[in-house]
């Protein structure tokens, strides 16, 4: 997997479960646990390679260099500790003295839009809603250049995930933060991304802008889970339909990963493997019959 994260932007990262997304934000972050293990390859933050980093190097990295969000915010939090005190490790982990940091604190709740009166409660006291901004402003504290989020509105209503989608746009356009945001919600990645990677079988099928991949899908995959979005007025049961299941992806296979699931596929997709191409440098995909096949498309 190869991909560049442009600075202050949000890249947007889509897939079915297995994918590859959360293995890939874990990899980034070097918290890839085991059985999981990291072979070869690079990844650069800025000119400086993370898995070239090992032990209080990295250590130091995390939260001020680039930071993590995961998906379910009670594991990320100490069960048994006021919030204020989690606050106070963070700083503590990295050389800061707490009572000189408060301010920073108090600009990190606010921020998320919570009151001064959270730092006093424990976790449980909090709702699922208000326990992720926690994770959020811990994220932001030491003010990182880059943020990876797997999934952070995972398990709330709609309407937080709104609000908390809207704050965390607002917060990266006002701070310039990057931000690597993963969901398998598309209606949520075509609201918040500014660019957009579509991963199937881990691998890139389809890389562009967000205005580019919604209104001119590329690669199949892209264009039968747009489909799978529901329409106002669209009949069901009509037009093109993603079906079937991943296949094992653990077999050598040769040609495209996208084969046994494409209405769009040939025989020449089953012998030979699409390279991640583009015709204007910006807007990728992976498929070998792009544009035959949106042809009588619509």
């Known amino acids: 997997m190869n991909l560049r994260v442009r600075k202050g932007i949000i890249l947007g990262i889509a897939g079915e479960s297995g994918s590859g997304k959360s293995t890939l934000a874990q990899a980034i972050y070097r918290s890839l646990k085991y059985p999981g293990e990291i072979t070869s390859g690079q990844v650069y933050l800025d000119d400086q390679d993370i898995l070239r980093i090992n032990g209080e190097d990295l250590r130091r990295i995390r939260a001020t260099r680039f930071s993590f969000i995961p998906q379910a915010a009670m ?14 490790d963070l700083l503590i982990a990295h050389g800061l003295q707490p009572e000189k940091n408060e301010d920073r604190i108090q600009a990190a709740i606010k921020m998320v839009r919570l009151r001064e009166n959270v730092l006093e ?4 006291e909090l709702s699922g809603g208000m ?38 746009k607002a917060i990266q356009r006002q701070s310039g933060l990057t931000m690597i945001f993963i969901t398998h919600d598309l209606s949520i990645l075509y609201e918040i991304a500014d660019e957009i990677a579509m991963i199937y079988a881990g691998e890139i099928v389809e890389f562009g802008p ?11 995959y892209n264009f039968l889970l747009l489909r ?9 049961g009509t037009g093109y339909r993603l079906i079937g299941n991943p296949g094992n992806f653990r077999e050598d296979f040769n040609g495209c990963q996208f084969y046994t699931r494409c209405p769009f596929s040939v025989p020449q997709c089953v012998s030979k493997h699409p390279e991640l191409t583009s015709d204007d440098g910006r807007h990728f995909r992976r498929c070998l019959r792009y544009p035959e096949w949106k042809v009588g498309v619509s």
């Open 75 to 88: 594991n990320a939090l100490n069960p048994v500790k006021r919030i204020r005190y989690q606050f106070y």
């Open 121 to 124: 409660s424990f976790p449980h």
């Open 131 to 168: 326990r992720q901004r926690v994770v959020i402003a811990m994220s932001l504290l030491l003010r990182p250049d880059l943020v990876i989020l797997d999934e952070p509105t995972t398990g709330l209503d709609v309407l937080v995930q709104h609000e908390i989608l809207k704050d965390l």
């Open 210 to 220: 967000r205005d580019e991949m919604l209104n001119d899908p590329q690669h199949p």
């Open 228 to 236: 799978s979005m529901p329409r106002i007025g669209a009949k069901r």
